[in-house]
């Protein structure tokens, strides 16, 4: 199989950052994906329906002409959140999901949650309202060894959470471990995870190819072989609590190649490609659309979008950068080849 058409996707996980460098990014989704969930990690952060409703129109007003992209927002948690505001988020109809950044653990974090016992009264209106938590699952305990902190994120924070909120829906963003699918596959359908292409596509190796490798620095950072292919597993399983979020975070050149460089990795620009090329390589293209387009819905209760889009196996070279408003980004594969492209 060397093509294959698939209903419009939607990417459940997106940085799109704001201004000139949103106006930068924004087209790169919007030629692939239908919907995007949108990260809410501004400075400062998205902490309000308000917020989210005036982040969404300066997206809305970015959108290229005749552009079917509908971005949905989510909010901010931070100690101080109001259960109230799970209320007007929901009845906003634009908020559609509530993001949970342990303070400290990946970019634009430092006003995450520093004890999630704070927000037990959110979480609660939460289950109320059916609104979805999103984990960043990482402990930043810095006893804690960095390629372990998602495992022991599951084990101290996330099974206890699931436990005591019955009817909480949540999303284990960016899975990066065999143990966090098997966490994963072992809760009620209310617990689902995404996963990256990169993710899929590279193991911990790439951090150090010859040197150290800044554009693949992400966090959760890049894990063992092993974990790569229970990844693969997962997301080519055809079970629909595994579906597809590309995390695409766009950092400024100068901002990664520096004495200590920001995480993220930046993959709008071959967006739905790189996870055709990833399922194309393990024989499962057939498991694709699924996961791109039918299992996200599914379990943000949306319809499925109208319209496709048809990837074909063929080469394209990615540029060395790409322009970032006034900055410059480095994608991933710069200056390589992708093997699939858009028809
Ligand atoms: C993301 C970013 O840059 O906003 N970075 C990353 O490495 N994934 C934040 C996040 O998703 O954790
Ligand atoms: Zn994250
Ligand atoms: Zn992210």
């Known amino acids: 199989m060397n093509k294959i058409t698939i209903t419009r996707p939607d990417d459940w996980h997106l940085h799109l950052r704001d201004g000139e460098h949103m106006r930068a990014v924004l087209p790169d989704t919007v030629r692939r994906f239908a919907r995007a969930i949108v990260m809410p990690n501004l400075k400062p952060p998205v902490t309000t329906a308000a917020l989210a409703s005036q982040y969404r129109e300066r997206i809305r007003v970015a959108l290229p002409a005749g552009a079917g992209f509908e971005p949905l927002m989510t909010l901010y948690l931070t100690d101080n959140t109001r259960p109230e505001e799970i209320a007007k988020a929901r009845q906003s109809g634009i908020v559609h999901a509530v993001k949970y950044y342990p303070a400290g653990a990946t970019t634009h974090s430092d006003s995450g949650v520093t004890d999630l016992a704070c927000c037990y009264g ?8 059916g609104m979805p938590l999103l984990v960043h699952g990482e402990v930043t305990d ?12 599951l084990e101290r924070v996330l099974a206890p959470l699931v436990g005591r ?3 909480l829906r949540v999303v284990v963003e960016h899975i990066t471990t065999r143990e966090a699918v098997r966490f994963v596959l072992a809760t ?7 996963i990256t292409a990169h993710h899929l596509l590279l193991n911990r190796n790439a951090l150090f190819a010859g040197g150290v490798r800044p554009h693949h620095y992400c966090l959760p950072v890049l894990k063992r072989e092993e974990h790569r292919q229970a ?32 995480a993220g990795i930046y993959t709008a620009h071959a967006g739905i490609e790189l996870y055709a090329e990833a399922f194309a390589a393990a024989g499962a293209l ?28 063929d080469g394209w070279g990615v540029p ?7 900055d410059k980004l480095v994608p991933f594969r710069a200056g390589a080849t992708i093997g699939w492209k858009i028809v």
């Open 231 to 262: 990844l693969i597993e997962a997301a080519m399983s055809g079970n629909p609590k595994f579906f597809l979020g590309t995390d695409s975070a766009p950092h400024a050149r100068h901002t990664k190649e520096t004495d200590c460089g920001c």
């Open 188 to 194: 009620p359908a209310r617990v689902a995870a995404t």
């Open 122 to 129: 959110v979480l609660e209106a939460m289950e109320a309202w």
């Open 142 to 153: 810095p006893g804690v060894d960095v390629f372990d902190r998602e495992k022991v994120f």
């Open 165 to 167: 909120f019955t009817k």
């Open 286 to 313: 057939d498991r694709l659309e699924g996961f791109a387009s039918r299992f996200g819905a599914d379990f943000y209760r949306l319809p499925y979008n109208r319209g496709s889009v048809t990837l074909a196996q």
């Open 320 to 326: 060395d950068e790409i322009a970032f408003g006034g």
